[in-house]
């Protein structure tokens, strides 16, 4: 789909770009999560290409007891977000605790997405939407009222206290990407980035999580990511159990 979605961060007119892969979503675990070969997001600097490999699947797996879904790009996450709402597994009118190095706060080119239909959601996810644009359209559909960011050093230090707001059903769904540890971005420890999570976690009700192959190494990636969803999972070993109620459509 050149010069859409993730290929808008390439130049127009370059020739020769290689296709970026979409990975399949699928239901499963852990053990499933591993780097891919296929160019996830490219680039275009210094008069060459910059070409950045991303996971061989997206992951949706319920080890940690409620939904988690996993994947390279983090426009995956308006899919995985319109798929819970319709599974039931989240609220419209949630808040949104958003981890990340960067804001991701810019508007797509269109809003134009039937949220009914899951074909039309993939359609919209990686070709209107990008890495930097997929979450002001989760709050045009209603799916968030609020938003915590967490996007710089000093958040980190002093979570904000966990308050109820009175609109909204009271829902959180946490997304967390994974440059957020790396040291050429925030640089912030799993450890603390676990007792963010922690602190929000009873009421979270889906988590979505990108290794973000433009910004870090995916064996790098994968590696956190199990600990985080490993750590989650022994945070949540009292909770019931969420159980998928269909097979990803992607």
């Not at 970026?20 to 210094?46: M, T």
């Not at 080890?63 to 995956?76: L, M, T, W």
């Not at 009175?166 to 676990?194: E, M, N, P, W, Y």
């Not at 790098?220 to 109620?245: D, F, H, L, S, Y």
């Amino acid at each position: 789909m050149p010069g859409h979605g993730n290929n808008g961060f390439s130049i127009n007119g370059k020739p020769f770009r290689d296709p970026i892969e979409v990975a399949p979503l699928k239901l499963g675990s852990l053990e499933e999560l591993v780097p891919s070969k296929d160019i996830a997001i490219q680039d275009f600097k210094g008069g060459e290409w910059r070409k950045f490999t991303g996971l061989s699947c997206g992951l949706l797996t319920f080890e940690a007891k409620i939904p988690v879904y996993i994947f390279d790009n983090h426009n995956h996450a308006f899919y995985a977000w319109c798929e819970s709402v319709q599974a039931g597994w989240l609220e419209k009118g949630a808040t949104l605790v958003h981890i990340d190095s960067h804001e991701d706060s810019l508007e797509p080119d269109s809003f134009q997405v039937d949220v009914e239909d899951l074909s039309d959601v993939y359609r919209y996810t990686n070709e209107i939407l990008n890495v930097a644009n997929f979450i002001s359209p989760a709050f045009k559909v209603g799916f968030f009222e609020k938003l915590i960011n967490f996007t710089h050093v000093s958040k980190f230090s002093e979570p904000d206290a966990l308050q109820m707001s009175s609109q909204g059903t009271g829902d959180f769904a946490l997304d967390i990407d994974i440059d957020v540890c790396s040291k050429d971005h925030l640089g912030i420890s799993v450890d603390r980035v676990l007792a963010v999570i922690a602190k929000y976690l009873p009421l979270t009700r889906v988590i979505t999580i990108a290794t973000s192959p433009y910004f870090v190494d995916q064996d790098e990636a994968v590696c956190i990511v199990k600990q985080i969803v490993n750590a989650i999972g022994r945070m949540n070993q009292t909770r019931p159990k969420v159980e998928a109620v269909k097979a990803p459509s992607h």
